[in-house]
């Protein structure tokens, strides 16, 4: 069983930052391809940012420059570095995890979500 936490979202001002965190917990052998989607009212979930298990990094064109993930994977978690925020983030956000279990094949794991609201 394997149980995945997020926390971080809150109400932010345009400009401002926030750090999402996410970590995974549970009978984990390993932990590959960490990520980080999100869902605006009335939209589909799109990719924020990837982070491989070698650190190689992805970004959708609106976050780069802006965003940063980053993982521990000591602790089985990954991080979001949001800055200069925009309301046109305010969605909520989804960690999305690669994990291979010790009793499991790799299966695919998403976090419960955590609202990211920016104000103008």
């Known amino acids: 069983q394997v149980q995945l936490v997020e926390s971080g979202g809150d109400l932010v001002q345009a400009g401002g930052s926030l750090r999402l965190s996410c970590t995974a917990s549970?009978?984990?052998?390993?932990?590959?391809?960490m990520g980080w989607y999100r869902q605006a009212p009335g939209k589909q979930r799109e990719l924020v940012a990837t982070?491989?298990?070698?650190?190689?990094?992805n970004y959708a064109d609106s976050v780069k420059g802006r965003f940063t993930i980053s993982r521990d994977n000591d602790k089985n978690t990954v991080s979001l570095q949001m800055n200069s925020l925009k309301p046109e983030d305010t969605a909520v956000y989804y960690c999305?995890?690669?994990?291979?279990?010790?009793?499991?094949?790799?299966?695919?794991?998403w976090g419960q979500g955590t609202q990211v609201t920016v104000s103008s």
């Open positions: 999305n995890l690669y994990i291979m279990g010790v009793f499991t094949r790799r299966l695919e794991y």
């Open positions: 549970g009978s984990i052998f390993s932990v590959n391809t």
């Open positions: 982070i491989t298990s070698g650190g190689s990094t």
